[in-house]
């Protein structure tokens, strides 16, 4: 399609944000994480379930809405959409389940282990295993802990998720056994099911990530894709707009060119 968005993390002009802002906080949406080891969480309600509880929240907001949120670890771009969709979350009752996309699927959907995929998102299959054997340990929630851990680690701290002490570190952060990175990389279910997960985003639609579908929706949208990670107020406007366009399947693109002057060292509040 002409001037669609584009793939993936292409671009080198970006710093990626962190989760540090939500440390301490204790749900997404408007359901509470319990606690887990190596990340303690204050107790208590989250921001929606606050409002709700005062009766302060309006009434077209007051509907949880489920959404398919698609990304690719390695994505720069996924990463900040990510945070800007929790960001959306603490203030609108949101239930997000997290898909794992992998880009060297999609780029050469028969042999992705080979040209012309790219070679950093070969590399990364093996990252989206573990992602997989996390759903298969710990549901929809060990994925969220999970990418929340290897993206602070990958954009937010340059680290190398291949390097042992890291991978450790995340999957303490994430409540994860510390051998299911080993264990995903010897178990050929985890790479047959993330293919056939992708193959499946594929068919539905999913253009790259982020993209963003209502959970049950044949249609989808790539984006947003955002220069920087909006305040709370202005990533609600933003989740408001997008929202209408994911409920009407005639809104197909918005786009405009990305201003090269991004600052860098961004990181979230």
């Known amino acids: ?52 509880a005062r009766g302060t929240m309006p009434p077209d907001m007051s509907e949880e809405i489920a959404v398919d949120f698609y990304f690719d670890v390695s994505c720069r771009w996924a990463w900040w959409t990510s945070i800007w969709l929790r960001r959306v979350a603490r203030q609108q009752p949101i239930n997000v389940s997290w898909k794992v996309f992998s880009l060297a699927v999609q780029d050469n959907p028969e042999n992705y282990r080979e040209p012309p995929a790219r070679p950093h998102h070969i590399r990364d299959v093996d990252i989206h295993r573990a992602m997989v054997a996390a759903r298969q340990s710990g549901g929809n929630t060990a ?86 990670v909006p305040s709370d107020t202005e990533a609600l406007e933003l989740w408001r707009s997008v929202h209408f366009a994911l409920k009407h399947p005639y809104v197909y693109e918005l786009k405009r060119n990305r201003d090269k002057g991004t600052p860098e060292g961004l990181r979230a509040d």
């Open 1 to 52: 399609m002409a001037g669609t968005l584009p793939r993936g993390a292409y671009a080198s002009n970006m710093e990626v944000v962190g989760y540090s802002e939500l440390d301490g906080q204790p749900g997404v949406g408007n359901r509470v994480v319990p606690d887990y080891p190596g990340h303690a969480r204050s107790g208590g309600l989250c921001g929606v379930a606050h409002r709700r």
């Open 143 to 228: 994925v969220e802990r999970l990418y929340r851990a290897y993206g602070n680690a990958l954009h937010a701290e340059k680290a190398d998720l291949r390097e042992p002490s890291v991978q450790a570190r995340c999957l303490t952060e994430a409540g994860l056994r510390q051998t299911l990175f080993d264990d995903a990389q010897h178990d050929q279910g985890t790479e047959a099911e993330l293919v056939a997960e992708t193959r499946a985003a594929l068919d539905l639609g999913v253009l790259g990530t982020p993209s963003l579908s209502l959970t049950g929706s044949e249609a989808c949208l790539l984006g947003p894709v955002l220069g920087k």
